[in-house]
């Protein structure tokens, strides 16, 4: 569980390559089960990049940012760039990244302690942030009360909105807008896996989720708001503030992911798989998952767990993570099993984002090192 304000946005060129300016961007709106952009049904598919703020993968030349006991430092604009443009090839159209400053106690974080904002954190958050609109794991603490104490001290809850109030008030050093503001960022979730005192248990209480919504929606009243909860958590469904519920697939579970859905299109909302485990398990049972999420209205989309790419500007070595689940896209070590997901991947997103279908054998487009970047924004 990462207490943190999860952004969820969109990559413009992913919905209309012409666009040339954020200022033009279409926000992200909802009707009933569907999110749509200009009138058109949108789906959100693509991956959890969830170091564009703060890594621990990476250990930076000396002299630059570096807390050593937790391994944090910033990725650089090089890797932030790349990702983007990872997911255009991918056919992606958006981004779920929730370690964006994450919490405090950290010098490197957007608040190193409460009340104390560190503006050096925002400026990787700021360019993913503005690449994104212009191109483009969990600690199991069971059976430990003081978790509730997120939900329901006083001091706790004003802490966390604070830090809300840090991000979504936070002027964009690239373009200018604040991440109230701007259409690229469409929706904030309440956070990540989202629990009570025992490990599943979906607790976090109704009325806190409804505060939290409430204070997200007062400070952007155009963005969407994702509950956090890991799960559906049936007592939160009838709260009108959040716009979006979602659930991860760890394994991936296509039982669990029709009871979702019906749970949720019953209440009159979009269903989000927003994470699942893209190479364990067998391939016939994740195609039998994109076929589900394609074929229901209700599914608004998914996001893989999860993505890394070079350590650029060193474009010789890739980044690897822990947990054995990193998609290191046109790693020529990948084994056939990684690549051909990863194909399989891209035929689901294309078919979400574009209605189109391709062969599951078509070579994955190639992604520079280094990408590209957006001009200087004017």
């Not at 666009?19 to 959890?48: C, E, H, I, Q």
């Not at 002027?171 to 005192?197: H, K, V």
């Not at 608004?300 to 070079?310: E, K, L, P, V, Y």
């Amino acid at each position: 569980m990462k207490l943190s304000l999860v952004l969820l946005w969109a990559a413009s060129a992913l919905t209309s390559p012409l666009r040339r300016s954020v200022a033009k961007l279409s926000s992200v709106t909802r009707n009933g089960t569907s999110l749509l952009v200009d009138g058109k049904v949108w789906k959100m598919v693509g991956p959890n990049v969830y170091w564009l703020g703060l890594d621990e993968n990476v250990t930076p030349p000396a002299g630059e940012p570096f807390y050593a006991p937790t391994k944090a430092s910033y990725p650089t604009k090089e890797r932030i760039t790349e990702a983007m443009a990872t997911v255009q090839a991918l056919g992606g159209t958006m981004i779920r990244g929730h370690t964006l400053g994450i919490s405090t106690g950290n010098p490197l974080s957007v608040m190193p302690k409460p009340g104390v904002v560190n503006e050096r954190a925002f400026d990787p958050i700021d360019w993913a942030v503005y690449q994104a609109g212009f191109d483009l794991n969990q600690r199991r603490d069971e059976k430990n009360p003081l978790v509730q104490q997120f939900y329901t001290n006083a001091t706790i809850v004003a802490t966390f909105k604070d830090y809300i109030k840090t991000i979504i008030t936070h002027r964009n050093q690239y373009n200018n807008l604040t991440f109230a503001e701007d259409p690229t960022i469409f929706a904030y979730e309440t956070g990540n896996e989202l629990l009570g005192p025992v490990w599943g248990d979906m607790n976090s209480p109704a009325d806190w989720v409804q505060d939290i919504a409430k204070y997200v929606k007062s400070l952007a009243p155009q963005k969407l708001v994702v509950d956090g909860t890991y799960g559906i958590n049936k007592t939160h469904l009838g709260i009108d503030e959040v716009d979006i519920f979602s659930d991860h697939m760890y394994p991936v579970n296509t039982a669990k992911l029709q009871a979702d859905i019906k749970l949720v299109e019953a209440a009159g909302r979009p269903f989000f798989i927003g994470e699942y485990d893209w190479v364990g398990g067998n391939t016939a049972n994740l195609q039998s998952m994109f076929k589900i999420i394609e074929e229901s209205p209700a599914v608004a989309g998914d996001t893989f767990w999860s993505q890394f790419g070079h350590n650029a500007p060193d474009c010789k070595t890739y980044v690897d993570h822990s947990d054995g689940l990193a998609l290191q896209y046109g790693n020529p070590k990948n084994t056939a099993n990684q690549n051909s997901r990863i194909q399989l991947i891209r035929k689901h997103f294309v078919a979400m984002s574009q209605g189109k279908e391709i062969p599951p054998d078509e070579p994955l487009p190639a992604v520079p090192c280094p990408a590209p970047t957006s001009p200087t924004f004017r």
